[in-house]
């Protein structure tokens, strides 16, 4: 079983409707956990980290959920340019340099 | 302020060659991360360096990878004898430290790989 597991998707979203989609974790030594975005042959962009209370940027909302072991990301009046592949990814409290991340969720805003 | 930056952008080169991929971190940075990205997966973990030392090279895969940053900025990762498998895109990222940690990793442009 991977470590970080997401639903590859694609979600199909229409402009200006709300999508949410959770990335799951196995290993409960997990401590800090961050979203980021990722376009076609470009890198990862940071889009949030995720903090234990949540947290909210603009249209995006975070949530950890550390009993059942998922972190989620909810995008509001979706976009157009909200089109991306969304990448979580996991740091473990006992290897701080090492971020494992997902294989990525794809998010696809249709006019 | 200038991002991560990676040279080059994209590198081809045939079976057995030797390659070295450049990265230049943040400004002030002293942490520095390698990953390798394969098509329709998530980033992979190489190495990461906290100052010139590798803290942790557990995701280098087999030794004919290395990577070095002598003066503490610059890293260099270095693949001997490539394999047509080592086709990827190559990430680097870089983060500040933190008391107990380090933040939040900002990623390079990358470098695509392709091996003949």
């Known amino acids: 079983r991977k470590e970080v597991e997401q639903d590859p998707g694609p979600f199909n979203v229409p402009e200006g409707a709300t999508v949410a989609f959770n990335c799951t974790y196995s290993n409960s030594a997990s401590q800090s956990f961050f979203w980021y975005r990722q376009d076609c042959r470009k890198e990862p962009k940071l889009l949030m980290s995720v903090y234990s209370s949540g947290n909210e940027d603009g249209r995006f909302t975070a949530q950890l959920n550390r009993a059942s072991q998922y972190i989620s990301l909810l995008i509001r009046d979706s976009k157009l340019s909200d089109s991306a592949t969304y990448l979580c990814a996991v740091r473990r409290g006992d290897s701080w340099g090492k971020l494992q991340f997902g294989a990525g969720t794809q998010v696809v805003v249709t006019p | 302020g200038a991002g991560v930056s990676q040279t080059p952008s994209n590198k081809v080169t045939e079976k057995g060659k030797y390659v070295e991929l450049r990265c230049d971190p943040i400004?002030?940075?002293?942490?520095l991360y390698w990953y390798r990205q394969s098509l329709g997966q998530g980033p992979e973990f190489l190495i990461y360096?906290?100052?010139?030392?590798?803290?942790?090279d557990s995701g280098l895969p087999n030794d004919r990878f290395f990577a070095v940053r002598p003066e503490g900025s610059v890293s260099t990762l270095k693949i001997q004898r490539t394999e047509r498998g080592d086709s990827a895109m190559y990430l680097c990222?870089?983060?500040?430290?933190?008391?107990?940690?380090?933040?939040?990793?900002?990623f390079g442009p990358g470098t695509r790989l392709t091996v003949l």
């Open positions: 990222a870089s983060s500040s430290s933190l008391a107990g940690g380090v933040g939040e990793q900002f």
């Open positions: 360096f906290q100052g010139t030392g590798a803290a942790d």
């Open positions: 400004s002030g940075h002293t942490a």
